[in-house]
C-alpha cells in the first residue's frame, strides 16, 4: 500500500523522516519527496510549501505521480475552539474554505457552483485515529477545520470563521489537500496540533510553540502508520 504523509513546512515533516531509514528524494515540480519503506507500507512524504495552491499540487503529485493511495496530513493549526489549548490534537471530520467567496452573487460563503463548502474526511480513517488516540492516551478532538491564504492573528477574522463555518481550528492547507483527494477518489485524514489562538499573540505563539506541536502531530500520524 502506498501512503503519502503531507505537512506544509519542513518542520512537520522532519519528525516523520528522521524516524525512517534508506530514505530516497525525487524532485518533482518543485519539491523534494521522500520516499522510504514502513514495514509493508510505500511510504511518500514531502512539505507542500504553505497555502492552498502549493498543498493542492503536493497532494495531486502525490497521488498521480506517486500512487498515493491513502493520504495523511500533519501539522500546525489555530485553534478556534476554546477548549483546543496548545499543543491539543484535532483530526478533521470536514473541511472548508473560509477565504472562497462569491456572496456578491448570492452564494454562502466557502462556495463556488458545482464545489461544496464542506469536504469530508474519510470516516475509516477516523475511526483508527480514535483508536490510535485511545490506546496512545491521548485527547483527540474530530471536528470543522477552516483553511485559507491567510495567517489569521485577530479575533475579528477568527471569531467570523469560526461563526460562519462552525470551525473548531484553521490553517492554510487542509481544505485543498480534502478537495483534490475527493476528486481522486484518495482517502484522507488531515491532523494538526494547535501551535496558537489565532488571535492577537499568534505570531508570537506559533514562533514558539511550532516544533513542538508538528512533533505532537508527526508522532500521532506514525502510530497511525502501525494501524494502517
Ligand atoms: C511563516 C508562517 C507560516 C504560517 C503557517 C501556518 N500554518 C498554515 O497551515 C498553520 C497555522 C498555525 N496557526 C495558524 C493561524 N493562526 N492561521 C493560519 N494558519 C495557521
Excluded at 154 to 176: P, Q, Y
Excluded at 200 to 222: N, P, R
Aim: glycine share 8%.
Amino acid at each position: 500500500m502506498v501512503v503519502g504523509v503531507m505537512g506544509a513546512m519542513p518542520e512537520e515533516i522532519e519528525p516523520i523522516i528522521g524516524r525512517l531509514e534508506n530514505v530516497q528524494k525525487h524532485e518533482v515540480a518543485g519539491n523534494t519527496y521522500y520516499t522510504a519503506l514502513y514495514g509493508s507500507i510505500d511510504l511518500v512524504i514531502a512539505y507542500s510549501k504553505i497555502g492552498k495552491v502549493f498543498s493542492a499540487l503536493t497532494a495531486a503529485t502525490m497521488i498521480e505521480k506517486f500512487g498515493v493511495q491513502k493520504m495523511l496530513f500533519s501539522g500546525v493549526a489555530g485553534a478556534i475552539n476554546p477548549e483546543l489549548k496548545i499543543g491539543d490534537l484535532i483530526a478533521a471530520t470536514k473541511l472548508c474554505q473560509h477565504d472562497l467567496d462569491i456572496t456578491a452573487f448570492g452564494h454562502p460563503y466557502g462556495f463556488v457552483p458545482e464545489g461544496k463548502v464542506f469536504v469530508e474526511a474519510n470516516p475509516r480513517l477516523l475511526e483508527i485515529a480514535a483508536d490510535v488516540a485511545r490506546k496512545l492516551g491521548v485527547k483527540l478532538k474530530q471536528g470543522v477545520i477552516a483553511t485559507g491564504d491567510q495567517f489569521v492573528a485577530s479575533l475579528e477574522r477568527k471569531s467570523w470563521i469560526g461563526e460562519t463555518f462552525n470551525a473548531d481550528a484553521l490553517e492554510m492547507e487542509g481544505a485543498s489537500v480534502a478537495v483534490v483527494c475527493d476528486a481522486l477518489n484518495v482517502p484522507f485524514f488531515i491532523l494538526r496540533a494547535i501551535s496558537d489562538a489565532a488571535d492577537m499573540d499568534a505570531g508570537f505563539d506559533f514562533d514558539t510553540f511550532l516544533q513542538s506541536s508538528a512533533l505532537k502531530s508527526a508522532e500521532f500520524i506514525f502510530a497511525m502508520l502501525d494501524e494502517l
